[in-house]
């Protein structure tokens, strides 16, 4: 006996599938967490990263009672020894990635990648931007900008520019300025920017366009030794409100700004993923998280899931049309 459904019929059984569903993910949203969360980490403890997640860890627990984050150390490799781990934990919110935002520049950088950063990760929150900052040891006399700019001009691939590694955001913010300014310096790259700034501290590199996380605190020593001469941004930074954007000093178009966000596995329930928008954003703009992320030369943000989505993919685009005509690669 052949039993035959109507269209009708067909139609409200679908929906009434959909509804069930909808009616789950909102109850795994309930019920979330269902224990410890791990936020990884994809570089070594003490340095920006580790920072913006300790204070990221302590914001989502006092906005969700109950709940528990481990930060997890994962570094190595450009942040991509934690990317590849987010993308084998399951989608359940139980484990999320701090990603910064050198990791779009993975999908360029790398040939052969156990992952997709544009379909295995699921954008969750914006937790900050701050800006990249023009940078100067004791070893360049100029006392402002302009000088800077004369000095280096006459002296073509004299000074040389210290990042935090090929292909990494400092690298591309100094070949994007040398593109818009005609200066040229010699690019020397190191693991990290720890290493960088005792360097420049000691003259053995001249300058950097290294983040305001990175050279806060050498800029607030009252030594002098490190000067800042112009940032990034579309605006003047509240934390540096002497120091003018590179627009004021005559670089036009040339607005490099750092951000750092949270992702999950891609297939992470979109309640569960605004769930924990709504808590990161809570947490990090409550006068303890902008006092915690100001003395990191950060600041907090309110986006949405979908705001964060396009700027993760329009970055990923703009960073892989520079590192294509760099021609950088890393293995």
Known sequence: MKIRFSARVAASLLAMAGLAAAAQAAGQADDYPAGPITLLVGFPAGGPSDTAA????????????GARVVVENRG????????????????????????TKSHVNTKWLYRHL????????????LLLTMPNVLVVGPSIEAADYRGFAADAAS??????????????DPHLAAQEFQEKTGLKFRHIPYKGGAQGMVDLLSGRVDLSFATLGTVMSYLQDGSGKVRALALGGARRDPLLPD??????????????MAWYGVMAPTGTPRPIVEKLNRAINRG?????????????????????VEAFAALYDRDMRINGEL??????TLD
Not at 54 to 65: F, V
Not at 243 to 255: K, M, Q
Not at 323 to 328: D, T
Request: aromatic share 6%; no cysteine.
């Open 323 to 328: 590192i294509g005509h760099l021609g950088v």
């Open 243 to 256: 120091v003018p954007t590179f627009a004021e000093v005559g670089v036009a178009g040339f607005e490099p």
């Open 155 to 168: 002296h073509p691939d004299e000074y040389t520019v210290f990042s935090t590694g090929n292909g990494s």
């Open 76 to 99: 190595g490799a450009n942040g991509t020894i934690a990317a590849a781990a987010l993308t084998k934990a399951r989608p359940d919110g139980q484990t999320l990635f701090l990603v």
């Open 114 to 125: 156990p992952f997709d950063p544009a379909t295995d990760f699921q954008p969750v929150a």
């Open 54 to 65: 300790r204070i990221l860890a302590s914001r989502l627990e006092a906005e969700m009672p």
């Open 284 to 304: 990090m703009n409550q006068p303890e998280g902008v006092a915690l992320l100001h003395k990191m030369g950060a600041s907090p943000v309110n986006a949405s």
